[in-house]
């Protein structure tokens, strides 16, 4: 594995930068509180290109691998513009469209999913499943040449945004299937999940009531839901990992100024250790992320196993970016709080990714597990 970047993946980042910057973190703050979707930010990714970097260029995509869409990840977050959706929209659904999906769900979706002109969201969550796949009761029965959904989803990202959903369903005792299932289909009750975190991303409660979908919803193989969902899940790991990488440079960029313009004494604030050490760490942690990050991206781009290294890379990420926004706002004092300077959203954002798409503690039972052959604790 070489760590080095190419010069295109570094032309890769300078052209995200430049078109994130000119929407900016007042911009993302001002979608955060009003829970608006950044849609004018998505559409000028998608516009040029990057939203689909990871998709093959037979179906309108970039070509690329996941190690793309990392970079395209972190460098949005970097800029203040952190899009959740892309973790769920072009990691998940597209990289399982491209690996299990027929050939016409490929060429219904990709090219959508590439130019940014739709999105599929991921809904497997249940309230009462949690991290518990093998839990979930949301069942798909056939019926003659049809499939009929029941059951309940629970804080599903961006339903409002999205013109279908990948939903995971039980269809026999120990097995499960997904299918594209369109968000206007008849019996698919959408309510909003009040939350308290300032992201323009809405989470949704998702009722299915006997919603009729045909056969070619099916994505994949009947009864291969387990391995497709965790062909879906490294990525999305990864690529929040990234999000949570540039959200934790971000902090630190602004967190640097600040310190070096406010002066309260003689000299700059950043001048003293109880103001500088905390950020050093927390750059530190940041870089050591952000190598994990590339190397499981890597390994998922090139076959080989990467759930160890995408479960570490997202700890470690989302560890380092509310590290990170922490120290930021310490730093800023009280004006870490106030709305001029807007880091309360990115703190949303870094404490989120504690939790989702898996929590911390998950994490550590798969590393004491798997990496140290410790006997399972669940």
């Excluded at 310190?259 to 905390?278: C, D, F, K, L, M």
Aim: aromatic share 8%; hydrophobic share 45%.
């Amino acid at each position: 594995m070489d760590f080095a970047e190419t010069e295109e993946h570094q032309a890769l980042r300078a052209a995200v930068a430049q078109i994130a910057k000119k929407f900016g973190p007042r911009y993302y703050a001002e979608r955060a509180a009003e829970r608006r979707p950044c849609a004018e930010l998505w559409t000028a990714l998608g516009e040029a290109g990057f939203i689909g970097v990871n998709i093959p260029e037979a179906y309108g995509g970039g070509g690329g691998g996941l190690t793309d869409l990392v970079l395209v990840c972190e460098e949005i977050a970097a800029a203040g513009t952190p899009l959740l959706l892309l973790v769920v929209s072009a990691a998940i659904s597209a990289e399982m469209l491209t690996e299990f999906g027929t050939q016409q769900q490929r060429e219904t979706w990709l090219p959508r999913l590439a130019s940014g002109a739709s999105k599929i969201v991921f809904a497997i969550t249940e309230p009462d499943a949690g991290s518990n796949t093998h839990r979930l009761s949301t069942t798909a029965k056939r019926d003659g040449d049809d499939w009929v959904l029941n059951g309940t989803k629970y804080y599903i990202s961006g339903v409002d945004e999205a013109e279908a959903l990948m939903v995971v369903a039980k269809t026999g005792p120990d097995a499960l299937s997904l299918f594209i299932v369109p968000t206007d289909a008849a019996g698919l009750d959408k309510h909003l999940l009040p939350v308290d975190l300032l992201l323009p991303e809405r989470q949704f409660t998702l009722h299915f009531d006997d919603v009729r979908i045909n056969k070619t919803a099916l994505v994949g193989e009947e009864g291969a839901g387990f391995r497709q969902v965790f062909h879906g899940l490294n990525p999305e790991r990864i690529t929040g990992a990234a999000l949570a990488v540039g959200v934790a440079r971000y902090a630190l960029t602004a967190a640097a100024r600040y310190a070096n313009e406010r002066t309260v004494w003689s000299e700059p604030i950043g001048a003293h250790q109880g103001v500088s050490h905390p950020l050093a760490k927390a750059k530190i942690e940041t870089e050591l992320a952000a190598l994990m990050t590339r190397q499981a991206a890597w390994q998922h781009d090139h076959g080989l196993p990467a759930g160890e290294s995408s479960n570490m890379a997202k700890y470690a990420a989302a560890e380092a970016a509310l590290a990170a926004v922490d120290a930021a706002i310490q730093t800023h004092g009280g004006n870490g709080l106030s709305t001029e300077y807007g880091l309360m959203p990115y703190w949303s954002l870094a404490r989120l990714t504690r939790i989702a798409p898996v929590n911390r503690e998950m994490i550590l039972n798969f590393v004491a597990q798997h990496s140290l052959g410790l006997p399972r604790s669940y």
